[in-house]
């Protein structure tokens, strides 16, 4: 069984910045695509970013581009968001997905229950 535990979500001022982190486990993920999307209330949830575990290839939504870093430890099995001048319209449930094959933007199989990421102006 694949679990995706995300944290490192909060409440913060824009402006501010927030990590957020997704610990992978269940089963080794040492050629999987990790993505981080996003759910704003009343919208779809959208592609944020992602990291090829292997390679380290990394992709952006263009909102957030400049802003926000993807990154990845394979030791831990784990994937990171640093989120850098955050603004008010980031605010959203963020999401950790993996897949085994397939490029970035296309269906990711496997989903982690979300962090709330708040932000005030």
């Given at each position: 069984q694949v679990q995706l535990v995300e944290s490192g979500g909060g409440f913060v001022q824009a402006?501010?910045?927030?990590?957020l982190s997704c610990a992978a486990s269940g089963r080794t993920f040492s050629s999987a695509t990790m993505g981080w999307f996003r759910q704003a209330p009343g919208k779809e949830r959208g592609f944020v970013a992602a990291i090829t575990w292997g390679?380290?290839?990394?992709?952006?939504?263009?909102?957030?581009?400049g802003r926000f870093t993807i990154s990845r430890d394979n030791a831990k099995n784990t994937v990171y968001l640093q989120?850098?001048?955050?603004?008010?319209?980031?605010?959203?449930?963020?999401?950790?997905?993996?897949?085994?094959?397939g490029g970035p933007y296309s269906?990711?199989?496997?989903?982690?229950?979300?962090?709330?990421v708040t932000v005030s102006s």
């Open positions: 402006g501010e910045s927030l990590r390679g380290g290839s990394t992709y952006y939504a263009d909102s957030v581009k989120m850098n001048s955050l603004k008010p319209e980031d605010t959203a449930i963020y999401y950790c997905a993996a897949k085994d094959r269906p990711y199989p496997y989903w982690g229950q979300g962090t709330q």
